[in-house]
């Protein structure tokens, strides 16, 4: 068949792929000059089947409160005279219920330790270089009644087969020393050893060579605006490319990777896709000093804040804010950043070279991703990962290339 991929980022890139293998004809269309350019460019790096948690959990609402009027708050919502917006916002509070929260869990799990295998195969077989490090995530708190309760989470984790094991803060300093200055700050830690990270952006390109080369056709600069419908069938989607031409491209199969636009697009075909784009920050700084910056991935708790070492980069990552679709930096946001890592690992980070960026991760209420056949029968959607479109990426391209080729994919998940 042949198959339309509308989006190049993780998500889209491994769908094609994957596709390619399966023997399907590929092309794939993206506004941007390149693959992996927009929430894919530079993320906070992890492949974490440890912390696949949802946001929306019982004590959500009360945080949230709590957050409204804090600039730097690690969720942040900014409610708008938009009803998508409102919309999401009930289905959130609906998702924290606590009834919700176990069926959630271990769809994300479950995607996301599927997706990490998938990951580890394609690395052997491909030899794709991402600056990755299998040193496992630790993820640290501050607050002793925070700590206490996070191991019910743990605990939770450990019944879906995740070894989210318990470190003090010895045990901490002594498996990631850069860690040592601010320990006595720390009242203790989880770490999964299975877990890893890497250069999202590195890999995705270097998948999105490998997959040219095998026959997949990649029109970039290229924006997608209207999916054409006949019969309850897409028959093609209406493209612009950079010189203002118009175009129609016909095919057997659409798959929506579009990210937080997707809903824009499937929505006038009568389509739900509830995404809302939840904005995500990121800083990298080049390391001047390797014995005082990480080896190990963290997690932040207290500032849901996460530290990937790429290279000879710092990778930090963190917070969300529903407030739209502007990529706008934030100062304070920004600042917010530098001031926690420059705590954290004083000299070990050339702070004055610091590369700030934002990206619109595509949440649903319940932080599951939208993965499957739409009610049209040829339209599929891989979409609505969230800040889990890494660690699911892979996975959900390949479990996405079976649904279409007519195979029952190999992982338990709620798929459309």
């Known amino acids: 068949m042949k198959v ?65 009027l804090q600039g730097d708050a690690p969720l942040l919502f900014r409610l708008h005279a938009d009803w998508h917006q409102w919309l999401w916002c009930m289905a959130f509070l609906r998702e924290c219920l606590p009834g919700r929260l176990p069926r959630n869990v271990r769809a994300l799990v479950n995607m996301a330790a599927y997706s990490r295998q998938t990951l580890q195969a394609m690395r052997a077989e491909l030899g794709i270089p991402y600056d990755h490090l299998e040193k496992g995530i630790i993820n640290f708190y501050r607050d002793p009644a925070e700590f206490d309760a996070s191991q ?57 060579g490998k997959a040219a080369a095998a026959g997949v056709e990649f029109r970039f600069s290229t924006q997608a605006t209207r999916l054409l419908d006949e019969g309850g069938w897409v028959k093609a989607v209406e493209t612009i490319d950079a010189h203002g031409r118009y175009a129609k491209v016909q095919g057997d199969v659409f798959v929506a990777a579009l990210g937080s636009f997707t809903p824009d697009l499937v929505r006038p075909l009568g389509v739900p896709c509830m995404v809302y784009p939840a904005k995500g920050y990121s800083a990298t700084y080049p390391v001047t000093d390797s014995t ?87 339209l599929y959607l891989n979409t609505g990962h969230g800040t889990l479109g890494w660690t699911m990426g892979c996975g959900s391209g390949k479990a996405l290339a079976d649904l279409i080729s007519g195979r029952r994919p190999q992982v338990d998940f709620p798929f459309l």
Request: proline letters at 6%; charged letters at 20%; aromatic letters at 8%.
């Open 4 to 68: 339309v991929v509308l989006g190049s980022g993780i998500i889209g890139t491994s769908s094609a792929w994957w596709l390619r293998q399966s023997g399907h004809d590929v092309t794939v269309i993206d506004r941007q000059p390149g693959p992996a350019q927009e929430t894919s460019f530079a993320n906070g790096c992890q492949i974490s089947v440890s912390y696949a948690e949802p946001w929306a959990n019982p004590q959500a609402p009360l945080k949230l409160a709590r957050w409204l």
């Open 292 to 378: 005082r910056a990480p080896t190990v991935s963290l997690t932040d708790s207290a500032h849901k804040v996460v530290f990937s070492r790429l290279g000879d980069r710092l990778r930090v990552a963190g917070t969300a804010e529903l407030s739209g679709y502007s990529r706008a930096l934030n100062t304070v946001r920004c600042e917010a950043l530098t001031t926690l890592t420059r705590e954290l690992f004083p000299g070990a980070l050339d702070f004055d070279r610091v590369s700030y960026w934002s990206g619109l991760r595509p949440a649903t209420p319940s932080n599951v991703p939208l993965i499957g056949r739409t009610r049209l029968p040829n």
């Open 152 to 208: 019910k989470a743990a605990d939770l984790m450990r019944e879906y087969g995740v070894d989210r094991r318990i470190l003090s803060t010895e045990e901490l300093v002594a498996l990631e020393p850069a860690l040592a200055p601010q320990s006595h700050r720390i009242v203790g830690a989880d770490y999964t050893a299975a877990d890893e990270s890497g250069d999202v952006y590195q890999f995705t390109t270097a998948l999105a």
